[in-house]
């Protein structure tokens, strides 16, 4: 069973940048595909980005296009999630989440889809 641990959260002014790291242990992690999201205080869980185990497909939710980027490296078996342009909006609980081992659908927005998820980094944007 993979474990997942992220990591690189914080403060930041909006304008800035952050990237954040998801640490995989216990797995295969090459055959998971992985998805980023995130919860506001008083919102539901939303979200964000994920790629497919073979890191060849991404997807982003409409509010982060063309500011987050998610990548992976198997090597180090890891997920990153490199966030530009941050504002207020963006403040929330980062997760990432792992799907089961060689999912080839393409529901990576559906919870469902995912069967471990990380405890989570808080990101606070300030304005």
């Known amino acids: 069973q993979v474990q997942l641990v992220e990591s690189g959260g914080g403060l930041v002014q909006a304008g800035g940048s952050l990237r954040l790291s998801c640490a995989a242990s216990?797995?295969?992690?090459?055959?998971?595909?992985m998805g980023w999201f995130r919860q506001a205080p008083g919102k539901e869980r939303e979200f964000v980005a994920a790629?497919?185990?073979?890191?060849?497909?991404?997807n982003y939710a409409d509010s982060v296009k063309g500011r987050f980027t998610i990548s992976r490296d198997n090597a180090k078996n890891a997920v990153y999630l490199q966030m530009n342009s941050l504002n207020p909006e963006d403040t929330a609980v980062y997760y990432c989440a792992a799907t089961r081992p060689y999912y080839s659908g393409s529901s990576y927005t559906s919870f469902s889809v995912y069967g471990t998820w990380g405890q989570g980094t808080q990101i606070t944007v300030s304005s």
């Open positions: 216990g797995g295969f992690f090459s055959t998971y595909g």
């Open positions: 790629i497919n185990w073979r890191g060849d497909s991404t």
